[in-house]
Structure formats: C-alpha cells, structure tokens
C-alpha cells in the first residue's frame, strides 16, 4: 500500500486561499514597499556619479582610514567606466530598502527572543527554515503575491537576509554582563532605560554583526531576484549568463564584488571608534578651553 501525503499540495492551496481573501491587502503591503524603494532609489539617483563617489570616499577617510577611501573612490570609478552606474545605485537602493526592512522587524524580534526563552523556542525553528531554505524559493510565492518588479524581490530578500539580525540581536542582549543589568536596576532604570541605555550599547557590536551579515545575505538575493525582474546588477549578471557572454557577466560580478566589499568594510567600521577624529566646535566647549588656558597661564598669586 502506498501513502501518498502532499505537502506541496497544502502549500499551493495556502497560497490560493490568501490570493483570494487577501488580495487588497497584499496590493497596500506592496505600494508601501514600492514608494519606500523608489524614495530612495530617487534619492540615490539624484547624485552625480561624482558627488555620491566623494561622499563614500570621505565617509571611508573618517571610518576608516585614507588607503581604503582611495580604493572605493577607484573601484566606484571602474563601475564607471564599465558604464553599470544605473545598474549599481538599482542595486543599491534595493539592498538598503531590503535591509532596512529587516532590521525593523528583525532587532524588535532579537530583544523579544532575548526576553522570553518561550518567544526564542518558537521564533529560532522558523529562523531555521528560512536560512536553510534554497533562495531561489522565496521567488515563487512573491512573484504569485505580488507579481513581477522590485517589490516582490525586495520582499524575498526581506525573508532570506533576516535570521542574522534577529539571532546576533538576541545572542549580544543575552550575553551582556549580569553586573551591568544589576547596576542599572540599582540606580532605578526602568525596562525601557535598562534596555536603550544599558544592554544595547554594551550589545551593540554583536547586533552591528548581524546588521553585516544581512547586507551581505540581502546582496546576494538581490542579484538572483533579479529573476523575477528585480533589476540592477543581477540583471546584468542574468544577462551575460543567457547570452553565454563572459565579459558581460564579468563586469556585472564584478560591481557586484566592488559593492559588497564597500558595504562590508563601512558597516564593520560602524561598531568600532572612527579612524579620524573630527573636532566638534561649540562655543561652550571653546570658551571652557579659553578658560582653561588662561588658568594655566595665570601667575600664582601667594599671600605676602
């Protein structure tokens, strides 16, 4: 006797049903996700090639350091001159719409998991499945919900660059010092203080990890979401592989590899003291050191 049990079955019937009862909410989720990519894509856009280079360059002097902002401010410019500048700054709005999606939802969930060991039991086996699950599926369903374009892509990688953020938000929270919770309850933080002022700081560079971690995992989908009509970089990557022309798809992987290692560098940079220290000139800060000086300089008077 053979048993025929279909999982696959239930999951088309799943997605049928909220086709049919969800439709007008999918339609919201997805204009919202659109007007936030495309504010931003705009916004990137509206740079000159040669402003948006000098602020990443300036940004890499003062994070850190002077030999890595003349890397990025040549390798920005071969992406020039490869003419794959559109294609980048579409594949740049993407991961950073993506990305900051998920650490709305994926800093909140890392605090719930470190908060309640039966909030983490449940959450940890779904984040299993989404990091162990062939990227290329995620494609399915958001192309049946939301059709074709950017949206659907920044949504599949939404799900699969997530588990980072959520796991490294709860692994740096759980780790921090007991003596350090214990000092700021002493001194009457509350719940809210305790957590903003205290074990996030101190958590913060485990949390900043995960922040990389997603960049580089959201970079990485963006280029096979271009499947479904994502755009940018992957599609040039996609093209080259159609076509079988190497130096195409050379170049697009290429500008690939030029913006992980930018994005991967500048983000590490961010949980650790700046390379460059910038002087903040407040007038308060100026008159105390003008004090300061002329007490140093001022002859000691003694009693005769």
Same mark, same amino acid.
């Given at each position: ?75 920005? @410019?071969?992406?020039?001159?490869? /003419? ?7 594949? =740049? $709005?993407? #991961? &950073?719409? +993506? ?104 958590? @913060?560079?485990?949390?900043?990890? /995960? ?7 959201? =970079? $990485?989908? #963006? &280029?096979? +979401? ?79």
């Amino acid at each position: 006797m053979e048993y025929d049990f279909s999982i696959g079955a239930a999951a088309s019937a799943a997605v049928e049903y909220t086709l049919d009862n969800f439709s007008p909410m999918l339609d919201v989720i997805a204009d919202v996700i659109g007007y936030f990519a495309g504010g931003i894509k705009n916004g990137l856009s509206w740079l000159p090639p040669w402003a948006f280079i000098s602020i990443i360059a300036l940004f890499a002097l003062w994070r850190i350091g002077w030999k890595f902002a003349v890397l990025c401010g040549a390798a920005l @410019l071969l992406i020039v001159g490869m /003419g794959l500048w559109k294609e980048t700054i579409e594949t =740049l $709005s993407l #991961v &950073v719409a +993506a990305t900051a999606i998920a650490i709305m939802i994926g800093i909140p969930l890392g605090i719930l998991m470190a908060r309640s060991s039966i909030t983490g039991a449940g959450i940890r086996p779904l984040l299993d499945l989404m990091q162990t699950m062939p990227a290329f599926v995620y494609l399915i369903p958001a192309a049946m919900f939301f059709g074709l374009g950017a949206v659907p892509g920044i949504i599949a990688t939404v799900i699969f660059s997530m588990p980072p953020v959520v796991r490294l938000t709860a692994l740096g929270l759980s780790q921090v010092n007991r003596e350090f919770v214990e000092a700021g309850l002493a001194f009457g933080c509350t719940d809210r203080q305790l957590l903003l002022k205290v074990q996030f700081p101190l958590a @913060l560079p485990s949390i900043m990890a /995960g922040v990389n971690q997603t960049i580089m995992l959201g =970079l $990485s989908m #963006v &280029v096979i +979401a271009s499947m479904i009509g994502a755009g940018g970089l992957g599609n040039t990557v996609l093209t080259g592989i159609q076509r079988l022309d190497v130096g195409l798809g050379f170049e697009g992987g290429l500008a690939v590899v030029i913006l992980a290692v930018i994005l991967d560098r500048l983000t590490q940079s961010l949980s650790r003291p700046a390379s460059l220290k910038i002087a903040v000139f407040a007038p308060g800060r100026i008159r105390a050191r003008q004090d300061a000086a002329q007490l140093e300089t001022a002859p000691i008077k003694t009693g005769a």
